[in-house]
Every structure is written in C-alpha cells, then in structure tokens.
C-alpha cells in the first residue's frame, strides 16, 4: 500500500485550486494602541482599538466545452460535422487567451472550406492552426484530404482571444468518411 501511494504521488502533478465565481471574501485589519496615565494623575491606563475591512468580490472565468457531431451515424464516404463550443461559464468576467485543440480523428479526409470559426457570441477573433505535434503549427486550415492515421494524428487548434461572460465561441469542421 505504502509503495502505490509513493508511486502515485511520484506521477502526480501540480493541482491548483480556484475561488468559485462569485464568491465575497473579507478582510479584516485591527489596530490597538494604548496609554499609560503620568505618574497617577488623570486616571487609569487606557486602550483604543480600531477595525476595517474590505471586500472582495471574485471573478473567476471557467470555460466549458461541448463537442458534437452532425449525424451520429455515418456510412463509409459519408461526411460528418464536428462542431465544438466553448462556453464562459461565469457571470462576472471574461476569459482571454482561450486555447481549444481537437485531435483529428483518423480514417477521415478534412475537407476544405466547409469549417465554421463563429464567434459571434464571444465578442472576439478566432484564429485557426493545425499541426501533428506541440511544436508543429501551420496557419489556417489543414490541407483537403488530410488523413491523420498517415502520421502521428494531427490537432486542430484555436485561440480566441476573448469568451465575454455568459457568451460562447463557435468551431465547426465537416470531415470525410474514408
């Protein structure tokens, strides 16, 4: 037992944690200061204390994603649409510098301009990307045909540059059965 758990804190990596959207955290400061009476005269000692405090309201973006696929059923030759959503899921604030990939899936041809980059909800630019490796990216939209069972299997990515609060971005993508 003592070794499984060595094993698995030796895999484990850094989890953070975050204060749920919404949440009103308080702050309290004190100050005390006192006084010794002169040698007797005018009375005793004396403390004063005072108190502030502060509020603080968090923000905290949380993007949600939701793939779908258009139809569920498809024959050999057959085309699908794969669309995925990206959703802020807080009321308060926007989400920036948002990055979504999707890995290809093998066994089906890419065609070419039949994808759909909307983010007509999220207020922002969406940018396309697509590559077989972290460090391998190719602007714009993969080439037609692109089959990734031929290679390592490629990602589609994009970068919105902002999801408002409430507000979703929009990725769709038609592929071919082969």
């Known amino acids: 037992m003592i070794m499984v ?23 309290v400061a004190t100050g005390t200061y006192g006084s010794v009476g002169t040698l007797g005269f005018f009375g005793a000692d004396f403390a004063i204390s005072y108190g502030a405090t502060v509020t603080v309201l968090v923000a905290t973006p949380s993007i949600a994603l939701l793939k779908t696929s258009q139809p569920s059923i498809e024959c050999s030759g057959g085309t699908i649409t794969f669309c995925i959503w990206a959703v802020n899921t807080s009321t308060l604030t926007s989400a920036f510098n948002v990055y979504v ?16 980059w909307a983010a007509g909800t999220a207020g922002a630019t ?32 994009w970068a919105i540059s902002m999801i408002g609060p409430g507000k979703s971005a929009l990725m769709c993508y038609k592929a071919q059965l082969l």
């Open 5 to 27: 758990l060595g094993i698995l804190l030796g895999l484990g990596n850094t989890v953070h944690a975050t204060t749920a959207d919404g949440t009103l955290i308080t702050n």
């Open 101 to 116: 990939q999707d890995r290809y899936p093998p066994l089906v041809g890419y065609v070419v301009g039949q994808q759909t």
């Open 126 to 157: 969406i940018f396309t990307n697509w590559g077989n490796g972290p460090g391998q990216r190719f602007p714009g939209e993969p080439p037609a045909g692109m089959d990734a069972s031929l290679a390592a299997g490629y990602y589609l990515r």
